[in-house]
């Protein structure tokens, strides 16, 4: 199984942005994928997680209003849309998969792509 993550960037406060992630080498119909992000000096955080089986879903209070995940069935690739980024956004956003859904929720999915680093500052 491979994840590839792509789309982070420098934005200023306010602004939006779409980190995806490609997943392939899944030998399983359903799983459950999302994100995690750590800031220097800080814990890695959950962020926002879907599973591609029932649609449930999970987000961090942080970022609820905030950011949505979407999914491409067809490209097997997930979205993280961003919006009204703030500064404390700030961090590598790492993506992850596996299943069931509360494995990969509490941060034992077997599966973890690069980080892509998102910064938010004016």
């Known amino acids: 199984v491979q994840l590839q993550a792509f789309g982070g960037g420098l934005v200023q406060p306010g602004d939006s942005l779409t980190l995806s992630c490609a997943a392939s080498?899944?030998?399983?119909?359903?799983?459950?994928i999302g994100w995690f992000r750590q800031a220097p000096g800080k814990e890695r955080e959950g962020v926002y997680f879907?599973?591609?089986?029932?649609?449930?879903?999970w987000e961090a209070d942080s970022v609820k209003g905030r950011f949505t995940m979407s999914r491409d069935n067809a490209r097997n690739t997930v979205s993280l849309h961003m919006n009204n980024l703030k500064p404390e956004d700030t961090a590598v956003y790492y993506c992850?998969?596996?299943?069931?859904?509360?494995?990969?929720?509490?941060?034992?999915?077997?599966?973890w792509g690069q980080g892509t680093q998102v910064t938010v500052s004016s």
């Open positions: 879907i599973s591609t089986g029932d649609g449930s879903r």
């Open positions: 080498g899944f030998n399983r119909d359903y799983y459950a």
């Open positions: 992850t998969a596996d299943y069931p859904f509360p494995r990969v929720v509490n941060g034992r999915g077997t599966y």
